[in-house]
């Protein structure tokens, strides 16, 4: 069994910064797990947003995020961040952890996903 939980979401103003983390436990999680982030906006289908390997050398953003959001990862703490500057209200959504994949910016080959944490961008 695999856990994700991620954290770090709340209310912002448009232009400030969040910074998500998502924390994996499990007696079977692999800390070289490639992990994703997806967002899933009201009435929308949920979107690739992020994606790094498990060594931390590749990542992968979706273009609307590209220069203002950043992905990393600490393995000694199997957790892995979501650095979001210059926020839009476009970017208000629930934001979803995944883990474990072969295709990182497709949310259909994700093993593992965490619950979401909102993200609310006010204008």
């Known amino acids: 069994q695999v856990q994700l939980v991620e954290s770090g979401g709340g209310l912002v103003q448009a232009g400030g910064s969040l910074r998500l983390s998502c924390a994996a436990s499990?007696?079977?999680?692999?800390?070289?797990?490639?992990m994703g982030w997806f967002h899933q906006a009201p009435g929308k289908e949920r979107e690739f947003v992020a994606a790094i390997s498990g060594s931390g050398h590749s990542t992968y953003y979706a273009d609307s995020v590209k220069g203002r959001f950043t992905i990393s990862r600490d393995n000694a703490k199997n957790t892995v961040y979501l650095h979001m500057n210059s926020l839009k209200p476009e970017d208000t959504a629930v934001y979803y952890c995944a883990a474990d994949t072969t295709i990182p910016d497709s949310q259909l080959g994700y093993r593992y996903w965490g619950q979401g944490t909102q993200v609310t961008v006010s204008s």
């Open positions: 499990g007696r079977t999680f692999n800390i070289y797990y490639t």
